[in-house]
């Protein structure tokens, strides 16, 4: 688990910035606010429910071996997050 820790540690700490900017571009200056707090939660939640099914698929596990299962599900969850913002890239 550490290499896909360190890995999607080292992702989310590059791209915060952008992702703040980009959650937050085009938002009337008097909603600024809103548009963060409802971004920052988003991320909170999105968080929280990635780590329950990450949880949840390595809680049977008895031998490290059998942790390979929730490297698999973060792969996962990193690809799909990926398809879904492939649509809206820009430039």
Avoid at 55 to 76: D, F, K, N, Q, R
């Amino acid at each position: 688990m550490l290499p896909v820790s360190l890995l999607w540690g080292l992702g989310f700490a590059l791209s915060i910035s952008a992702l703040m900017v980009a959650g937050t571009s085009g938002v009337a200056d008097e909603e600024q606010g809103v548009a963060a707090g409802l971004l920052n939660s988003s991320l909170q939640v999105g968080g929280a429910c990635g780590l329950a099914v990450v949880t949840a698929v390595i809680m049977p596990a008895t031998e490290l071996a059998m942790l390979s299962s929730g490297v698999v599900v973060s792969l996962v969850f990193a690809f799909l997050t990926l398809l879904v913002q492939l649509p809206f890239r820009r430039g």
